[in-house]
Structure formats: structure tokens, C-alpha cells
């Protein structure tokens, strides 16, 4: 033993009970406390008997993928030309056949939306060199990527008419450039043929995400971060905000019209009857479809064409599930309506979101 030790013994003693505590697995009392609280709120929605039992992905023959004859697209974060950046990604519903749609290094693309008869695809782009020169520009292009067309420039998360002939979109708020996907004011509705916009009447539509224009043309739904906070039914073509009687965020309606599918809570998705003609209940007959438990997240659900299926993302609950939001290790799922049973369709992790169904292969 040398000089160190011999004159400074408790050193000696304090090192080997650190180890001793180290190897015991003894930590600190409040990451112990916390480590307890995670596992007990995942037993406890394992647990609970009004959720599905299946918390994880099953393996994917589990559902007849390849019998689906349509595609996703989704938003990813992937190396291009170099560079990391946001592409919009399409692959059949098995996940094979991967095409990089966007294919640019120095632009980002998100939350892409086909259009009803699968021909298209409306985009969001981040452009401009630096921040303070960037613009959120909304385009659509030709389903194989080509003929890309822009719609609006300082414009926020687009969507089809039912019928494909016109897109609603959200106004930003302020002409630089706001990385909050809320910082919007105001509803805009284009006519793809003659290119004319014109504003919604309604003066009131803010601080808004998720939007979606109801099949038959009569209803915006969409999820409210003002003072109404909440899920909300406007009226297409007058005034008018009523509540969507969902708790939870980011609805989407089925093609038909006839039920509505959202997150209840970042652990669960839901689906109901989409009723906006009820003063009583505008979402009737409350479902869960998927629940996982509290280290994972599941979001940006959509339905098939078909309405036999709903796509989302799933991953890791420190992911961050806003549009252009880093969330490493998510991928796209899909889940069988009528069994219950989900499975992953991706599996490369990079940040995979935003899935939305293209009605053509």
C-alpha cells in the first residue's frame, strides 16, 4: 500500500463501501422513487381491463399487409446527399418499396397528405437560408414526386376537400418564419384548379392544428391551443365553433364520414362516431384501438381508404410527436380494425410520422 493510502485510511474505506452501494444496485432514494412511479403507472395501464391487451408491435405476418392495395407516406428524417434533413417517404403498406419522394438537402419537408383519388400529395416546406430568411410553404406534387406546385407561402398543415378539388390550409400568424406549429391565424381554402384563394369567414380560427376538412365538404375538425383549448367542430362555409366531444388531440375522419379517429393520450387512440349534427354528443360510442404503456408514445393517426385500417406512429415516449420534431427510434405502425392486432411496418427508426394513406399502389 503506498504513501496515499496509509496516511489517509477512511479514502480507502469510503471507496470501497461507494463500490459495495454501487454493486448492491443502491442509487439515489429520488431516481428509485422515480424508476417506481414509471413502473407502477405501466402496470397500471397494462392493467387496466377497458384497454387492449396488446401493448407492443407483434410481428408483422400477424396481419395480412400485402392484400392492402394502398400506400403510406410520412415524414422522415433520413441522411440526404450528406446532410440530415426531412424528407416525405412513401412504401406499400408492408413497408416495402421505400421511394424518397423529396429528395432535397437543403429543403425540409412535412406532414404529407394524399389527396382522396391518390394522385397527389400536399406538403409543407421549410425554405430560405437561415432563420431568419425561412417561410413554411405549402405545395402539392404528383404521387411519384414530380410536378411539385406551390399553394401558399407562411402557410401550416393542409388538407383535401373531399372531392380533391380544393385545400384548406392555416394562415401563419407572423410573417418570420415560428417554428410552433400553432402560430397560426386564420383559414384559407384554394380552388387546385383555378388557383383563387379565399379566406374562411369565421374570424376567430387560431392557434389550430390538425386540420381536417370533413368528406362531404360541410366540416373543418381540428385541435384548439386557445382559451376553448379543446377539439373543434367550423363550420366549411359559414361562422360558427362547436365542440368536437373528444378529450384527447389530433382527430382524423374515416372516408366515409362516419366516425372519427384521434389520441386519446400520448399512450392511446381511439375511435368513435362522428355525429356533428348532435347537440348532445358529437362523438358517441368511445372505443380504444391501441394502447401501449408509459415509455412509449403512440400518435398521427389515419384512416385507410377503405376504412378498414388506421396507420400511426409509434415509439419511444422522449420523442417529440410535433411536425419536425426530432423523434429517434419512432417508426410507422398499422392496425387491423377489424382483429385488433397492430404491427410495425418500418424499422430504420428515423423519426418516422405523420403516416397518411395514398388510395393507389
Known amino acids: 500500500m503506498n504513501a496515499h493510502w496509509k496516511a489517509h485510511p477512511q479514502v480507502l474505506v469510503t471507496g470501497i463501501g461507494l463500490a459495495l452501494i454501487l454493486l448492491l444496485g443502491f442509487t439515489d432514494p429520488a431516481a428509485s422513487q422515480n424508476r417506481r412511479s414509471r413502473s407502477s403507472r405501466n402496470r397500471s395501464n397494462r392493467e387496466d381491463p377497458s384497454l387492449p391487451s396488446q401493448r407492443t408491435p407483434l410481428a408483422k405476418s400477424e396481419v395480412n399487409l400485402g392484400a392492402i392495395p394502398f400506400r403510406i407516406v410520412y415524414e422522415s428524417r433520413r441522411d440526404t446527399g450528406g446532410d440530415s434533413n426531412w424528407e416525405i417517404i412513401m412504401v406499400n403498406a408492408d413497408g416495402s418499396n421505400m421511394v424518397n419522394l423529396t429528395n432535397t438537402p437543403d429543403v425540409d419537408e412535412h406532414y404529407p397528405h394524399a389527396s382522396p383519388d391518390g394522385t397527389k400529395i400536399l406538403f409543407v416546406a421549410i425554405e430560405g437560408e437561415g432563420r431568419r430568411n425561412q417561410k413554411r410553404n405549402v405545395y402539392y406534387m404528383n404521387v411519384d414526386g414530380t410536378g411539385k406546385t406551390k399553394v401558399a407561402e407562411n402557410g401550416y398543415q393542409p388538407t383535401w376537400s373531399g372531392d380533391g ?10 410573417e418570420r418564419y415560428n417554428s410552433s406549429m400553432t402560430a397560426n391565424e386564420g383559414l384559407v381554402m384554394y380552388d387546385v384548379a383555378t388557383g383563387a ?40 362555409t359559414g361562422t360558427g365553433i362547436r365542440s368536437l366531444d373528444i378529450s384527447g388531440c389530433r382527430p382524423d375522419l374515416s372516408p366515409d364520414g362516419s366516425q372519427v379517429a384521434w389520441g386519446r393520450t400520448d399512450q392511446e387512440l381511439r375511435i368513435a362516431t362522428f355525429n356533428p349534427s348532435s347537440r348532445d354528443n358529437t362523438a358517441p360510442n368511445q372505443k380504444p384501438v391501441v394502447a401501449v404503456d408509459r415509455d412509449k408514445k403512440v400518435y398521427h393517426v389515419d384512416w385507410s ?50 403516416p ?3 388510395a393507389s399502389r
Do not use: C
Open 356 to 358: 397518411d394513406w395514398v
Open 305 to 354: 381508404p377503405d376504412g378498414k385500417f388506421l396507420a400511426f406512429s409509434f415509439g419511444s415516449s422522449r420523442g417529440g410527436q410535433a411536425v419536425g420534431q426530432n423523434a429517434s427510434g419512432w417508426n410507422i405502425s398499422v392496425l387491423d380494425i377489424a382483429t385488433g392486432k397492430w404491427v410495425q411496418i418500418t424499422t430504420d427508426g428515423n423519426h418516422n410520422k405523420e
Open 165 to 174: 378539388r380544393s385545400i384548406a390550409y392555416l394562415k401563419g400568424e407572423y
Open 197 to 236: 384563394s379565399r379566406d374562411h369567414p369565421e374570424d376567430e380560427l387560431r392557434m389550430l392544428y390538425n386540420l381536417t376538412w370533413s368528406p362531404d365538404g360541410d366540416w373543418f375538425i381540428a385541435t384548439s391551443r386557445t382559451g376553448r383549448r379543446g377539439n373543434i367542430l367550423v363550420d366549411a
